[in-house]
T-cell receptor, first 114, second 116 residues
Framework: SAVISQKPSRDICQRGTSLTIQCQVDSQVTMMFWYRQQPGQSLTLIAT?????????ESGFVIDKFPISRPNLTFSTLTVSNMSPEDSSIYLC???????????FGDGTRLSIL | AQKITQTQPGMFVQEKEAVTLDCTYDTSDQSYGLFWYKQPSSGEMIFLIYQGSYDEQNATEGRYSLNFQKARKSANLVISASQLGDSAMYFCAMREAHGGSYIPTFGRGTSLIVHP
């Protein structure tokens, strides 16, 4: 099963700044996803990271706010731009292969904006 | 409409007892996969068990089994012989083949507390 390294594990940021979260998978995977999870809530899919092309965003999420890159099959980044306190959340990277394979998750990035 | 419904926000079980966590799903696809994940308070998402829509046997993984009733569109997780370490949030998830993209959907989760 894939091992996913996500960093940073946590950060406290100032309002109006941006933070880039990195996600590295130890094997080639078909799909990579970025989720947001508020405390005590379920996971909300932000976007699917596509290799070599623009990410596919879910309703309510836009590229200007959450630019995503995936330069190869094992690495992706999510940037949270122009942060506000409403962006305080846990951000999770996930990756998977074929349809009957489980998604594996990074340990998450706990983001707080002051 | 929600694609994954977990109707139990919280469940309590005595240590060593069995517990069933409910999950119903909604899809028009013939090919889909159902997953259960455990999220302890430390926050990591741990894969527990998988059931494919074409699998005729219920999936089992150690103390975890999945009670798959396709006609009723339910995929309940059964944990046998509960342990204190089973206390966590449990999420049911589904992957459908939307034009081959297999976008995953998660339920709201069930918080399980195991009492000694």
């Amino acid at each position: 099963s894939a091992v996913i390294s996500q960093k940073p594990s946590r950060d406290i940021c100032q309002r109006g700044t941006s933070l880039t979260i990195q996600c590295q998978v130890d094997s080639q995977v078909t799909m990579m996803f970025w989720y947001r999870q508020q405390p005590g809530q379920s996971l909300t899919l932000i976007a699917t990271a596509n290799q070599g092309s623009e990410a596919t965003y879910e309703s309510g999420f836009v590229i200007d706010k959450f630019p995503i890159s995936r330069p190869n099959l094992t690495f992706s980044t999510l940037t949270v731009s122009n942060m506000s306190p409403e962006d305080s959340s846990i951000y999770l990277c996930s990756a998977t292969g074929l349809d009957n394979q489980p998604q594996h998750f990074g340990d998450g990035t706990r983001l707080s904006i002051l | 409409a929600q694609k994954i419904t977990q109707t139990q926000p919280g469940m309590f079980v005595q240590e060593k007892e069995a517990v069933t966590l409910d999950c119903t799903y909604d899809t028009s696809d013939q090919s889909y996969g159902l997953f259960w994940y455990k999220q302890p308070s430390s926050g990591e998402m741990i894969f527990l068990i998988y059931q494919g829509s074409y699998d005729e046997q219920n999936a089992t993984e150690g103390r975890y089994s999945l009670n798959f009733q396709k006609a009723r569109k339910s995929a309940n997780l059964v944990i046998s012989a509960s342990q204190l370490g089973d206390s966590a949030m449990y999420f049911c998830a589904m992957r459908e083949a939307h034009g081959g993209s297999y976008i995953p959907t998660f339920g709201r989760g069930t918080s399980l507390i195991v009492h000694p």
